[in-house]
């Protein structure tokens, strides 16, 4: 049976260690979002938009919208860009049963192929993934001198009431 309200702690704490991120980012000129670094994306501003994109991408598939453009990614205002598919996020998982969160979702892959999952352990996916570059993300910003501070879920979970 799928537990909603983890699903939406999780999407709870995907936008807080997000928003942590973007706090780091402050004050950075595009210029130094896009330096080059040794990250699998190449600079801080593509894991930003990879991020971003990954979160908007997921979302259209569970609601069985097309695919958004990856140069809707490009803005440089990511605070912006961030909030608002933060609360698109939101409204959705809020809306969700727990019949919702066990369904089938299917799509196509960017390879082309059909894939299905279940929403539930899609929403999980989300989160992890964007664990993953923030990970990465984090540590660039640390060796910039702006770390984001810690990003674990045992964090977010503290400070909840």
């Known amino acids: 049976m799928a537990d ?3 699903l939406r702690r999780l999407v709870a704490y995907n936008q807080w260690a997000d928003e942590k991120i973007l706090a780091a980012i402050d004050g950075m000129s595009d210029e130094d979002l896009g ?3 040794e990250a699998y994306f190449g600079t801080l501003a593509q894991n930003l938009r990879h991020t971003l994109f990954a979160e908007r991408a997921w979302l259209a598939r569970w609601k069985g919208e097309p695919m958004p453009s990856p140069d809707e990614s490009r803005a440089g205002r990511w605070r912006e860009a961030f909030a608002a598919i933060h609360a ?3 409204a959705y998982v809020e809306s969700l049963s727990e019949a919702d969160a066990e369904r089938m979702v ?3 892959d960017f390879k082309g192929n059909a894939r299905e999952g279940r929403l539930d352990q899609l929403i999980t996916h989300l989160v992890n993934h964007g664990t993953q570059h923030r990970a990465e993300t984090g540590l660039l910003l640390e060796r910039a001198g702006r770390s984001p501070g ?3 879920y ?3 979970y503290f400070e909840r009431p």
């Open 106 to 108: 299917r799509w196509t």
């Open 154 to 156: 045992l964090y977010f």
């Open 150 to 152: 810690d990003l674990d």
């Open 4 to 6: 909603t309200q983890q």
């Open 88 to 90: 698109t996020l939101r």
């Open 35 to 37: 330096r080059k670094a």
